[in-house]
């Protein structure tokens, strides 16, 4: 059997020593090499060619962030981010590195004591991303020559992150989702469309940031997202994303009214909680996951099926598993345009691939193409649900 290689680049030589123990205790990885800084990292990536890399954001002689745009420019490799979860900069960090290729994140290990949970949650996730056959992200190639460490562009400027995140999450509000007879805001006068749903999840945030930041502020519909970032990371993914596009990006509020048509803005589904339609208003739910996943694309989808119809546009992007299919299928029945990310310029071609197979797909784009066709959908009503 080949042994998954593994590259651990990481700052913390008491970090790294956990990193490396967990995965040796494993019989199926091996870990091929170890580098605590950027440069080095690079170096062995080339000359090495593992499976897969795990990569910490503060290192010596370069950062996460420009080591994971080097190595998806010049020698695109499965990373999988090991990151402070408290940390604000860390917090930052990491979804540029997720937005510039890297595939997941997981927290570093804390204390001393060996954690058998941690332990096989970190090598289960570095397993599964070697799997993974990942595309290549040019944008460092238009920046530096591949014998230089990359500089990251600056921060854009509307980054509002907390300065201190908070101990923990709010509790958990009541689970039942009333139906009241309150309708669905109608579509916009001359718009055939009143509400757009996207789901996403492995190579999540570089797709969102290339479709949203071509909606600009005078974009009159409402977004709801759901991505798949677990606890802790997903916490401040909002607030980010906010900073990267044009239209206001919150989180969603148990229970409050879904905007009408007029003022556009992105609504996302809170870590480990579901998103749903009823009523006309928004709801938070922490029932049952739903293909190991919560906040499921499915359970928004299935519910802006039932209570919008015709008037939503779907869209399901880059994935790994099947979530959202079935729901964006049900949309399709419903009447709904429906989108789905070609297979060329997804991360994980597996949601997308899931929606093809079952006929759910409208339309079947490259990314670069949904935000222009978002907004000749909205503006125009073209395009169909076919």
């Known amino acids: ?38 440069a080095r990292g690079i170096a062995l990536c080339e000359s090495l060619r593992p499976d897969v890399i795990t990569l910490d954001m503060i290192l010596k002689k370069g950062t996460g962030v420009e080591v994971t745009e080097h190595i998806m420019a010049f020698c695109p490799t499965p990373i999988v981010i090991v990151s402070s979860s408290f940390n604000r900069g860390d917090m930052i960090k990491t979804y540029d590195a997720l937005r510039a290729g890297a595939l997941e994140v997981i927290e570093k290990p804390t204390g001393d004591a060996p954690d058998e949970d941690w332990s096989r949650r ?37 980054v509002r992150l907390p300065e201190r995140l908070p101990e923990r999450l709010p509790e958990r509000l009541p689970l039942r989702v009333p139906r ?21 999840s492995t190579g999540g945030p570089g797709a969102l940031v290339q479709i949203l930041r071509e909606l600009p502020e005078s974009f009159p519909l409402t977004v709801l997202l759901v991505i798949h970032i677990g606890l802790p990371f997903g916490r ?4 980010w994303l906010d900073g990267m596009v044009p239209l206001p990006v ?29 009523g006309g208003r928004l709801w938070l739910d922490d029932g049952p996951e739903r293909h ?25 992007l880059t994935g790994m598993g099947k979530d959202g299919a079935l729901g964006l299928l049900a949309m399709k029945r419903a009447g709904s345009t429906t989108l789905v990310q070609d297979e060329s310029t997804s991360v994980v071609f597996g949601m997308p691939r899931e929606a093809i197979r079952l006929g759910a797909a409208s339309r079947i784009l490259p990314i670069g193409e949904f935000g222009r066709t978002l907004l000749t959908l909205v503006r125009h009503g073209r395009g169909g649900s076919g």
């Open 236 to 239: 401040a993914f909002a607030a």
């Open 122 to 158: 970190f090598v289960d996730t570095v397993k599964l991303a070697a799997k993974i056959r990942v595309i290549t992200h040019p944008r460092a190639k238009l920046k530096s020559t591949p014998a230089q460490p990359l500089v990251p562009p600056p921060s854009p400027p509307r």
């Open 250 to 278: 919150h989180e969603a509020k148990h229970g409050e009214v879904l905007p009408a048509p007029g003022a556009g803005r992105i609504l996302m589904a809170p870590p480990d909680r579901h998103l749903v339609v009823r």
């Open 1 to 38: 059997m080949n042994k998954t290689r593994v590259l651990v680049i990481e700052d913390s030589l008491t970090v790294r020593r956990r990193l490396v123990m967990a995965l040796s205790a494993d019989p199926s990885c091996e870990v091929v090499g170890e580098a605590d800084e950027g």
């Open 292 to 316: 190991s996943c919560r906040p499921s694309v499915d359970v928004l989808f299935e519910s802006v099926a039932e209570e919008v119809g015709r008037t939503a546009i779907g869209c399901l």
């Open 180 to 200: 009241t007879p309150t309708p669905i805001p109608p579509a916009e006068p001359g718009s055939p469309h009143s509400l757009i749903v996207i789901g996403a």
